[in-house]
């Protein structure tokens, strides 16, 4: 009755065996008549540029593999920050996220180069830059973080947005609350500009602007309005001080278990979002600007001085006197604007 009862039990856990299989995901993708769900997290939403450029990403993919890969997204962080991000890629329990450059200096201060201030003049040269070995050179630095590198998304070209006057002069930067990404070089460079540098939650800078514990915000124009800062601040100064940027990134351990098939798919349908991407920032950054302008906010431009001169070539000596990568990233962003 033992053996009976044990060989019935043997064959029921045989089929269960069996029928768990059927449609699961497998490291290669590439499973007969099989399907995958493949996870991607990043920090927008649907009208962010990240959203725009993972519904081309998705569409790209799902065509390329006849379905046969799925694309699923959490967007606005819903899977956590940037950080908690790397972490999971590096488990491999996410297969792939979005994450800005700030966060990946975290893990290589090489990645500072991004963070380097007046590099360039408008956001197609900062694609253009993405394109280069000297920016994908900085991949190769992450080490032991866990990911490997499908290339750069452009996020917004930076600026100011103040309450109190358009800023033309570095020097009316002197002592001024401005709102940053909690990075140190961005840090070290609004302290270089004479300015103090306020790290404050995203959720909670709204409020900060509101009630004057920030007097400015180092933000681009899509950030402003999505956020609708431009309500508070009334007087925008065109910097385009910084190329926000982030990468698409694809949890190693996940990577190394795709055929060359599928990694070619995944490779290739992100080229296309990340070639979408840079038309679609131009477009959302104008309509921004018009936003703005529609409603009341006064533009104008920071004008260079010796002072500005000065401020600026000691900062970027401090960075890329430091790390041959940065300095090589430098003279080629140069080269590109025209500088």
């Keep these: 009755m033992k053996k009976r009862t044990g060989m019935v039990w043997g064959v029921c856990l045989g089929i269960a065996l069996v029928l768990s299989g059927c449609g699961q995901s497998t490291g290669s993708l590439g499973g007969e008549g099989g399907t995958r769900t493949f996870k991607v997290a990043h920090s927008g939403g649907a009208s962010h540029v990240h959203g725009k450029a993972m519904v081309v990403f998705q569409e790209e993919v799902e065509k390329r593999s006849n379905g046969r890969i799925k694309v699923e997204t959490y967007p606005e962080s819903s899977l956590g920050t940037d950080a908690e991000v790397m972490r999971q890629l590096k488990s491999g329990s996410l297969d792939m996220g979005i994450v800005i450059s700030a966060e990946l200096a975290n893990h290589s201060s090489s990645f500072n180069a991004w ?14 830059m993405g394109n280069t070995e000297e920016a994908k050179a900085l991949f190769d630095t992450l080490g032991d973080a866990g990911v490997d590198s499908l290339g750069y998304l452009v996020v917004e070209m930076r600026d100011v947005l103040s309450k109190d006057a358009v800023i033309s002069d570095i020097n009316q930067l002197k002592g001024v609350n401005i709102r940053v990404t909690p990075s140190p070089a961005i840090v070290d460079f609004w302290k270089s500009f004479g300015a103090n540098p306020t790290p404050v939650d995203f959720a909670e ?83 921004s600007v018009k936003t703005m302008q529609d409603q009341g906010v006064t533009f104008g431009k920071l004008e260079r001085n010796a002072d500005f001169d000065n401020a600026l070539q000691q900062f970027l000596n401090s960075y890329t006197q430091n790390d041959d990568k940065i300095k090589a990233f430098v003279e080629k962003a140069r080269q590109i604007s025209g500088q």
Excluded: C
């Excluded at 003049?121 to 694609?127: K, P």
């Excluded at 055929?259 to 349908?269: A, K, L, P, V």
């Design 205 to 287: 800078v709204f409020s900060a602007f509101q009630t004057g514990v920030i007097n400015a915000l180092d933000s681009g124009p899509t950030g402003v309005v999505n956020s609708r800062f431009h309500e508070i601040g009334k007087y925008y100064t065109e910097t385009q001080h910084m190329a926000f940027t982030s990468a698409g990134l694809v949890s190693e351990q996940v990577w190394s278990q795709l055929s060359e098939e599928d990694q070619q798919i995944i490779q290739e349908s992100f080229e296309v979002a990340r070639k979408s991407n840079i038309d679609t920032y131009n477009e959302i950054a104008q309509e």
């Design 115 to 128: 963070l380097m201030p007046f590099l360039f003049t408008d956001a197609s040269q900062a694609y253009e």
